[in-house]
């Protein structure tokens, strides 16, 4: 079974500061890990994803992430958080090969940088 | 051509009506996907097509009806709806039901039922 959990339902940082948005998953197999974001009344944007090779991986807007298999986390970072990163953040997983090809997704954090 | 194009953006429709969401992609992708998502909780599946065929159907109600006239095409086709049924209705492809590919979504459209 897949499963994802993102603890915080909102995060909030101030504008220049770094910012880091938390996802846990669990898996039976290995897992393929994803962010989305998704700003209002939107459909969710693809940030950047884990498949394999370097555990540090670099995405759209200057987001990057780190997957760390010991403590099962893939959590979203940016050294530097811009207002108009304010949005809703989606990490998702899926299980391979034993998993569903279709990605389980976490509850959603509300990131809201201030000026 | 990277966008998966939803019409309309936004639907008002009573309980008694019939109207139907589109979602249109020109990416080759094979696999499509019908989404609910109420505000600030994350997208619920409803249906997928692989390959043009119904390959899941998350025990939707009968309200809802899908259909994949062709490979770029998916149609969401809405009777009798409840108002609890208002939400953002969002449509993804992806090129196949290979595990490490990502999803594509539309804008969604905001379905009021009223």
């Known amino acids: 079974a897949q499963s994802v959990a993102q603890p915080e339902d909102q995060v909030n940082v101030a504008e220049g500061n770094p910012l880091t948005v938390k996802c846990t998953y669990s898996v039976s197999g290995n897992p393929y890990l994803f962010w989305y974001v998704q700003y209002p009344n939107r459909g969710l944007q693809f940030l950047l994803k884990?498949?394999?090779?370097?555990?540090l991986v670099k995405g759209s807007y200057g987001f990057e992430a780190e997957f760390n298999k010991s403590q099962t986390s893939f959590h979203l970072k940016k050294p530097s958080a811009l207002v108009s990163d304010s949005a809703l953040y989606f990490c998702a997983v899926r299980d391979y090969p034993g998993g569903s090809y279709i990605p389980t997704f976490g509850r959603g954090t509300s990131l809201i940088v201030h000026p | 051509d990277t966008e998966v194009t939803q019409t309309p953006k936004h639907l008002v429709m009573g309980m008694t009506n019939k109207k139907s969401l589109k979602c249109e992609q020109h990416?080759?992708?094979?696999?499509m996907y019908w989404y609910k998502q109420k505000a600030k909780k994350p997208p619920e599946l409803m249906f997928v097509?692989?390959?043009?065929?119904?390959?899941i159907n998350e025990s939707v109600p009968s309200r809802f009806s899908p259909e994949c006239p062709n490979s770029s095409l998916l149609n969401l086709h809405l009777h009798a709806l409840q108002p609890e049924d208002s939400a953002l209705y969002l449509c993804?492809?992806?090129?196949?039901?290979?595990?490490?590919?990502?999803?594509?979504f539309g804008q969604g459209t905001r379905l009021t039922v009223v």
């Open positions: 993804a492809s992806s090129p196949g039901e290979a595990a490490g590919t990502e999803a594509f």
């Open positions: 990416m080759g992708h094979r696999a």
């Open positions: 097509y692989s390959y043009e065929k119904l390959s």
């Open positions: 884990y498949i394999t090779g370097d555990n």
